[in-house]
């Protein structure tokens, strides 16, 4: 094969053409892995961008600079061909991509860089001309996003099949592009989630939960009050709980028991601390780490989870009308609290106690914990709580408004 075509193949696969020989440094970049790329391979002491000077190597050529740089772009963003996407020869546009972009748009939009010389040089080698996000190149399952799984549950599960929950309910009338089961979509999300930072957590023996009632009448309340309801006072849905399926809801501080509890009628809370007596396996929704960079090929396999993670708890927090008691927005973060009750299984493969999930009322933190009724008062062939009230701490408050 002659040198030209061996070349003009090698251009093709890699993305881009001849690079011109210049020299590029870290002030003229803004993304912190790309900055720390620069820095550790640098063999350049003038950036041909900035123009600045140093000593020691400070810049990095660009050939080095731009295989790495293709590796993060292309893992957000896809080039679009003829070859590999439906397209429509007579309305110009490519079949079910909703927004089509240039690389000097996205160059622009994405603020990797920051010299306007150096994102027209890119621009200009790179050789595809339209580009869409890989989240948005629905030409096969592995382009759908964990969100767009999400939204796809969610209106299934609101709208379509509620209580018929086995693998062989197929997600295939609500969208027409694929055909999942339930588990299959959850046992997806979970499992990807479970492997972000701080997501599993393990709350140490000792924990104080506050759980309080309104007790406008001022009654006597002890632990059978304060505890998970039985099932006959279980009668409206909860956020992570329906009718009937009782749960212990508590809050991880007094304000925010306080908020979630007060409305226009409370005069007075009666509330109790419970504390636990052994190490409680949690999901935590409220503190969602920050997504890598596209440019971090060790963490950027996480970019997803954190995004879905971030809707997952904005919908987790958003207050729902509590006029209606059939209130269908509850449904999916209830069918999904099933889920990780019965079939999730932490990273050591244990089952969890309990969700930490940001309160709708307040800033402060909410936890589910699924322990019933006859865990607190003990009846024939129940199990001790893992949590227990601590008698002293019951006190009744007024609400000054
Ligand atoms: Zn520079």
Redesign the pocket.
Known sequence: MGLVKRMMEEYESRGYGEVPDKF??A??VNDRVLKNYITTNASGTT?S??G?RTRKPR?IDMDAFMEFFMEGLRYKWTELDYNNFPYDDEEHKYLGIPSVYSVYEILCAEEWLL?SDLIDDISNIISADEWCKHCEAHISDSGRSLLDYWHYFCYYVKHNTRYYFHSDTVMDEAYSWDERDFLTVLDDITNQIKYVDGIERVLPSGTTFFRGRKNNNRDGYEEKDLCTPNIEHSKYPNRMSPAGIPMFYGALDKNTMQSEITDTNTKYITYGCFVSNTPLIILDFTDIPPAPSYFDDKNRNKIEPIEFLKQYSHTISSPVPSNKIDNIEYVPTQVMCEYFRHRYKSKNNDKIDGIIYPSAKSTGKNIVLFQRYEDFIPSFGSRTSKIKLEPMSIETIEITK
């Open positions: 590029v440094c002030n003229c950036c961008y900035c600045k810049s010299n």
